[in-house]
């Protein structure tokens, strides 16, 4: 693995963004401002999913109109986060608030997936009337994860 790493941090993309005086802070602001659309999407249709209603849209009305901007938002950052993980890819893979991170993107994965298969295929029974207990747990455990991912981002800031 580590074999690996070092190879990706030789890479001439991964040597300019470590030798740039400014490729390095632009590219982790592009980061920033795409992580905040994906979390500020999925905050409106899970604080939605919870029973707060600033609106009268549905879930569904939800769901279709920011989730199309959430997946945008979605490949940036990632494109963002591993051009950044390739400057220093052998420090990050060891930083434990990076590896925390991955992980809690991955939970937050898997409970969007459970969400989708096992409580939005009824949404169309339940968006108009009172929302079942699994989607109010997939939106606090969303809201959780999300909030521990963007916490441990700006610890993995301090600790690289």
Known sequence: MDSFLIAL????????????????????????????????????????????????????????QLLPATWIAFAIALVSGLLMFSSKAVKYAANGPFQAKMLLLLLAGANMALFHVLTHKDIAVWDTGRTPPSAKLAGALSLALWTCIIALGRWIGFTV
Do not use: K, N
């Open 9 to 64: 941090e030789s890479q001439p993309f991964a040597v300019a963004i470590v030798e740039g005086a400014s490729l390095f802070p632009w590219i982790e602001t592009v980061h920033v401002i795409a992580i905040v659309t994906v979390v500020g999407t999925i905050s409106v249709v899970d604080l939605r999913l919870l029973g707060v209603q600033a609106h009268v849209a549905s879930a569904r009305r939800l769901m279709a």
